[in-house]
Every structure is written in C-alpha cells, then in structure tokens.
Nanobody
Framework: QVQLMESGGGTVQAGGSLRLSCSAS????????MGWFRQAPGKERELVAT??NSGFTTFGDSMRGRFFISKDNDLQMTNLEPEDTAMYYC????????????????WGQGTQVTVSS
C-alpha cells in the first residue's frame, strides 16, 4: 500500500505559477510511474502529467509547455489560466505499463487550484 498526500494548492491570478508537491509513504519501491491528474466540477478526471522511473514524461495537451514534472514528482505550473481551475490529484501506478488513468491504483485526497481572471 502507498499513501499519497498533495500540497501546494491555492489561488493564483491568471498568468501566475504554482508548484504542487506529492509526498509518498508505504511501499514506494513498488511504484513504476507517478502522475498528476485533475478534475473540474462537472468534468471527467483528466491527465495532467506523468513521470516513470526512467524519467519518461507525458503531459495533457493543454499543459504541454506550461506544466513540468520534476524527478521528485513535483508539478510546476506556469502561465496558469482560469481553465486550469480544478482539484489536482497525485497518483501512483504499480504496474509495468501505465497507459492511462485506469492504471493508477493509489490516489491522494487532492489539492484545490483556483485561477482567477
């Protein structure tokens, strides 16, 4: 079992930046890929960014070039837009291959990010 806890959310003006962190405890050795996902009210949960143990990263289309995921799995968000307002979740995949959201079995409680216009 892995326990995840996000921190760093808050309210920021459009064009600003935020950095989210995810602390992991428990059987962290079993994690293959860490990821960030987000969910806005009335919308489905969507990919923000992932990073696997080899350092390979993926990003959601609207995040590419604005969001970055560090080797410590912190999520650096720049040039934020009101459309980025959502609950952001840290997640872990323990499988050998983690192609989508359904692959991620461990989830944090989420941290709210609000971007004002």
């Amino acid at each position: 079992q892995v326990q995840l806890m996000e921190s760093g959310g808050g309210t920021v003006q459009a064009g600003g930046s935020l950095r989210l962190s995810c602390s992991a405890s428990g059987s962290v050795f079993s994690i293959n890929t860490m990821g960030w996902f987000r969910q806005a009210p009335g919308k489905e949960r969507e990919l923000v960014a992932t990073r696997d143990n080899s350092g390979f990263t993926t990003f959601g289309d609207s995040m590419r070039g604005r969001f970055f995921i560090s080797k410590d799995n912190d999520l650096q968000m720049t040039n934020l837009e009101p459309e980025d307002t959502a609950m952001y979740y840290c997640a872990a995949c323990h499988r050998n291959w983690c192609p989508g959201i359904a692959s991620f079995e461990s989830w944090g409680q989420g941290t709210q990010v609000t971007v004002s216009s």
